[in-house]
């Protein structure tokens, strides 16, 4: 099974990412993705997860600026990041959870200047 995210870079705040998560390798619906992140001396903490049926739950961190979305039948998933913030800076990681197994991508960075 493989994760591959993607979208991270450079942004200055005020501005926009979009990034990419798809699972493959498994023919296995995942019941629950998520995106985390971890900054520079900090614990890995949730950004956003998604159902397979599209319930969202989001940090309040980032409610009202992030939206996680998803195409279920292809296990991937997506999440809008709009006016970020230099706190947002951090490694942004996917998660996909399926029939009790967790499985994580190896991260892409984003970073916000101020």
């Known amino acids: 099974v493989q994760v591959v995210e993607s979208g991270g870079g450079l942004v200055q705040a005020g501005g926009s990412l979009r990034l990419s998560c798809a699972i493959s390798g498994t023919i296995v619906t995942m019941n629950h993705m998520g995106w985390y992140r971890q900054a520079p001396g900090k614990q890995r903490e949730l950004v956003a997860t998604?159902?397979?049926?599209?319930?969202?739950n989001y940090a309040d961190s980032v409610k009202g600026r992030f939206t996680i979305s998803r195409d279920a039948a292809k296990n991937t998933a997506y999440l809008q990041l709009n006016s970020l913030k230099p706190e947002d800076t951090a490694v942004y990681y996917c998660?996909?959870?399926?029939?009790?197994?967790?499985?994580w991508g190896q991260g892409t960075q984003v970073t916000v200047s101020s």
């Open positions: 998604i159902t397979s049926s599209g319930t969202t």
């Open positions: 998660k996909g959870s399926g029939y009790g197994r967790d499985y």
